[in-house]
């Protein structure tokens, strides 16, 4: 079974009221991080990082009602049925979906065929409500870190009921150290097993990244960009947003221009940054390259104001819509992209 993390189980008391003193203590690690935060130190978003990596703050916040409800934001339901009708809203706000089955790093092999299968069904059901959607999935989640064969197992059979009806699968990408492998299986899949509705994420938070996009440009891929997600040593990611922000600016450049179009590229600029998205219109209104040729995608629950602006003016807009039970780790990255959102949590928490 998939790691599930289901909020309406009933645990003791006891249980509860330690989980309820340790919540304390976290909300005071996290309300003193707020402190130090606004003296500038960037060292809240590793915090919650780090906690988003934490099996012990996994199960203290899942197990509280309160937390779900502030997770429900960005994450459309934990079923199923509630992904589809948040595909079809969207749809009938002329944005597109990307749904994403929530999980990663599974734990064992039956957790990893489970993830499969529930993508399959994502598909079928996809499928079966006729809505404009793909499916985003993560290789950890296809058992990644236990057998390599595993998930390029897992992959292939999802590509191939994808391809029986004419959808995509994007692969996302998540902490550094799958960058190669999930760059070789993208591969692999992609070239050596002429799966074309496959397409990979990069991150322009990492120092290779201009390196991949070189060679991805060679390839005509479909590529999301994005600022990345994920805590990284200095040693191989910009310590600066301001330096990310530059390279994003630069990746989508080389995967906009004239050489990259005629390869094939097809491109995806998944940010909510106003910046971004407006050099991204200027470098493609200066290089004649038409709206519809590219795509920008934001997350389910952030800008929404955005994402409907874009769709007014003609741009393509897909919305990454992550569902079930596994919400945790997702949850705890939105948090530490905008610390702001940890304030809502936090007064959320303490009004109950
Ligand atoms: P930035 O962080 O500069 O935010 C710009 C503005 O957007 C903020 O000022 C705020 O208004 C709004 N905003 C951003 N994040 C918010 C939040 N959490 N809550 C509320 N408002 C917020 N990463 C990764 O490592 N691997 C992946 O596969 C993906 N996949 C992916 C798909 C899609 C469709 C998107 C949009 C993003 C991803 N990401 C990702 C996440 C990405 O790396 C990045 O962390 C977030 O998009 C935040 O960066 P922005 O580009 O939005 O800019």
Redesign the pocket.
């Given at each position: 079974m998939h790691s599930t993390h289901n909020t309406k189980s009933n645990a003791p008391q006891a249980a509860r009221s330690g989980a309820a003193v340790k919540l304390l203590a976290l909300l005071a690690a996290t309300g003193g991080g707020l402190l130090l935060y606004r003296e500038g130190e960037n060292w809240l978003r590793s915090l919650l990082l780090y906690l988003a990596r934490a099996g012990w703050a996994r199960s203290l916040v899942t197990g509280f009602p309160p937390a779900w409800r502030m997770a429900s934001r960005?994450v459309a339901g934990e079923s199923l049925d509630e992904a589809i009708a948040a595909a079809q809203q969207l749809n009938g706000r002329g944005l597109g979906a990307?749904l994403d089955y929530l999980g990663e790093s599974v734990e064992n092999a039956a957790e990893a065929n489970a993830a499969r299968d529930q993508i399959l069904y994502l598909l079928d059901r996809i499928e079966a409500a006729g809505v404009d959607a793909y499916v985003?999935l993560k290789l950890s989640q296809l058992g990644l870190k236990l057998d390599e064969n595993l998930a390029v197992n897992n992959l292939r059979m999802i590509l191939q009921r994808a391809r029986q009806y004419g959808r995509r699968v994007r692969i996302?990408?998540?902490e550094s150290a799958l960058v190669d492998v999930t760059l070789d299986i993208y591969r692999r899949l992609r070239h050596g097993e002429g799966f074309d509705n496959v397409g990979v994420?990069i991150?322009a938070m990492l120092f290779r990244s201009e390196q991949d996009v070189r060679r991805l440009v060679e390839e005509g891929a479909s590529v999301?960009l994005?600022?990345?997600?994920?805590k990284e040593p200095p040693d191989i990611a910009f310590a600066k947003?301001a330096d990310t922000?530059a390279n994003m600016i630069r990746l989508m450049q080389m995967m906009l221009s004239e050489q990259a179009r005629k390869n094939g590229v097809s491109l995806a600029v998944?940010?909510?940054?106003?910046a971004?998205i407006a050099a991204t219109n200027d470098y493609a209104q200066r290089g004649g390259v038409n709206k519809q040729d590219y795509e920008f995608?934001?997350?389910y629950g952030?800008?929404r104001d955005l994402q409907e602006q874009l769709a007014a003016q003609g741009h393509r807009v897909?919305v990454?819509v992550p569902y079930g039970t596994a919400w945790y780790p997702y949850f705890m990255?939105?948090?530490a992209?905008?610390p702001?959102?940890l304030w809502f949590f936090v007064s959320n928490l303490v009004r109950k």
């Open positions: 960005f990307a985003s996302d990408m998540e994420v991150q999301r994005v600022k990345g997600a994920y947003k922000d998944g940010s909510h940054d106003a971004i995608q934001l997350l952030i800008r897909r990454y990255r939105r948090l992209e905008r702001a959102n």
